[in-house]
């Protein structure tokens, strides 16, 4: 059980392209899904958490023009970099959660941005 | 502001061998704290959660302390095997549900 599934996996596109990553629990209801970057060697950094039905709340230093996220429903969370450039090139994962105290979060497998 | 630190970047342990990771904080006392493993170009997964009044926490092979004085959480992994190579991460819960990650612990077992 608990499955998060992100979509697409790697991604190599222009700059200036705009860019939607899926987020998907499976076989439970997410209340709350977070979006997480990670460059190389490094650890997981918190860029937003997602809200079903309500705005995302960003981490201090994210662009939230830049980082678009909806989370229209309990299953599914998007993240779209618009206008990405090469310095947003990054390792992008998804996690959710169910509701309830002492839950862990899930992840997704990550999603590769690669912007030329 | 909170701080965690896991005491090595990479760890190389002989099969069979119990392998222990610490992971410290500082200005903080999470209600809980979680254990992932994260391999390669994956999403981390999630091994064990640890609540502030447990002071240990076994599955299979593995087993987790949490001392809250200390603020240390110290990860086992009992009869090593090359499969168990990956990177370890300890995570502490903030409010809102929120995890703070540390660097992680890169560990390979030989066999």
């Known amino acids: 059980g608990a499955v998060v599934s992100q979509h697409p996996s790697w991604v190599i596109c222009k700059s200036g392209t705009s860019v939607k990553i899926e987020c998907r629990s499976l076989d439970f209801q997410a209340t709350t899904m977070f979006w997480y970057r990670q460059f190389p060697k490094q650890s997981l950094m918190l860029m937003a958490t997602s809200n079903e039905g309500s705005k995302a709340t960003y981490e201090q230093g994210v662009e939230k023009d830049k980082f678009l996220i909806n989370h229209a429903s309990l299953t599914l969370s998007t993240l779209t970099v618009t206008s990405a450039h090469p310095e947003d090139s990054s390792f992008y994962i998804c996690?959710?959660?169910?509701?309830?105290?002492?839950?862990?979060?899930?992840f997704g497998d990550g999603t590769r941005l690669s912007i030329l | 502001s909170q701080k965690i630190e896991q005491n090595s970047e990479a760890l190389n342990i002989q099969e069979g061998k119990t392998a222990t990771l610490t992971c410290n904080y500082t200005?903080?006392?999470?209600?809980?704290l979680q254990w992932y493993r994260q391999d390669p170009g994956r999403g981390p997964v999630f091994l064990l959660l640890i609540r502030e009044n447990e002071k240990e926490k076994r599955k299979e092979r593995l087993k987790v302390t949490f001392d809250t004085t200390l603020k240390q959480s110290l990860f086992h992994i009992t009869a090593s095997q090359p499969a168990d190579s990956a990177t370890y991460l300890c995570a502490l819960d903030m409010r809102d549900y929120k995890l703070s990650f540390g660097a992680g612990t890169t560990v390979t077992v030989r066999a």
């Open positions: 996690s959710a959660r169910e509701s309830g105290a002492n839950h862990p979060q899930h």
């Open positions: 200005n903080y006392s999470p209600a809980y």
